[in-house]
């Protein structure tokens, strides 16, 4: 009898011990899987121009807006010494997972550039409207002796009936919501505008193109709800009160980045804003970035 007991408390510990294990496996494959989806990791802003951004946190990167090499109207451009980096690959734009284009408008996207950009850096792919995606297609077609970039690589957001549409990139570190939201002005509304919420880690940023600021559109896509820490938006919406109030109720308490705004008047609005929120980004200049923790 006792060595039956003897043997029934072992046959307990090696129990334990393995349940014990399989416990510790799963932690730390969880946390595994929280460091690879960059959970905990900070957030970096870097400004490109225009309404242009890099995101990176993480294991991920997204360009957004940042394929811009002419000034467009009263707008500016990716000077040629950050664009011949990003084609490089060099850092800050080392390994770039997607490419997102608001809208079709040359002071948010232009053909030549995201196409050069693209053949060189063959990891990154690009999601749009399908007036962005044709305008890249016909950049394509006059660049002769080059082979086509593949449809895997070039694709067209389908948000179907809701105007909505999620994407995952590497490997999970990158996640996107695409959003119709149309463009402000009546002259502009057979253009293809998207609105983004993209999540890398921890942090969700909204950016929203050149999005008529409709607060009932903005509801019905979820964006009240999506946990935005960071709002990349045109300056035009931050000197209005109620435009600024709508945005309060809506998002909260976020980080404020102001874009979209001509380089000679980029004193004036950023001096402008510094009376009514003082705690907005107004960038400068291209490269100029902001790390939040």
Request: aromatic fraction near 6%; avoid cysteine.
């Amino acid at each position: 009898m006792r060595e039956m007991a003897k043997a029934n408390r072992r046959f307990q510990w090696q129990v334990l011990w393995a349940w014990g294990l399989a416990i510790a496996l799963v932690l730390s494959g969880s946390t595994a899987l929280a460091e690879d989806n960059g959970a905990g990791a900070p957030l970096e802003v870097t400004f490109l121009a225009n309404e242009g951004v890099l995101l990176s946190s993480g294991k991920g990167k997204v360009i957004l807006d940042g394929l811009v090499t002419e000034p467009y109207t009263i707008y500016g451009a990716v000077p040629e010494s950050v664009f011949e980096s990003m084609v490089a690959g060099k850092e800050p734009f080392a390994g770039v997972d997607l490419v997102l284009a608001s809208h079709v408008h040359r002071d948010h996207f232009q053909g030549e550039p995201t196409l050069t950009y693209l053949r060189a850096q063959r990891q990154a792919r690009l999601i749009s409207s399908l007036q962005v995606v044709e305008a890249l297609r016909q950049a394509e077609g006059e660049a002769a002796g080059e082979d086509e970039l593949p449809q895997a690589r070039v694709e067209v957001m389908d948000g179907g009936e809701a105007g909505r549409q999620e994407v995952v990139a590497a490997e999970g570190a990158v996640r996107v919501v695409l959003m119709e939201l149309a463009h402000g002005g009546a002259r502009h509304r057979t253009i293809q505008n998207l609105g983004h919420l993209v999540t890398l880690g921890d942090w969700t940023v909204l950016h929203v193109g050149d999005a008529d600021l409709d607060p009932e559109v903005f509801r019905r896509q979820g964006i009240h709800r999506a946990g935005v820490d960071v709002a990349v938006l045109p300056f035009w919406y931050l000197l209005q009160p109620e435009a600024v109030k709508a945005l309060e109720e809506l998002l909260g308490e976020v980080v404020l980045v102001v874009t979209h705004v001509p380089p000679k008047d980029v004193e004036a609005v950023a001096e402008k804003l510094a009376e009514t929120l003082p705690e907005a980004w107004v960038p400068r200049r291209a490269l100029e970035s902001r790390r939040f923790d």
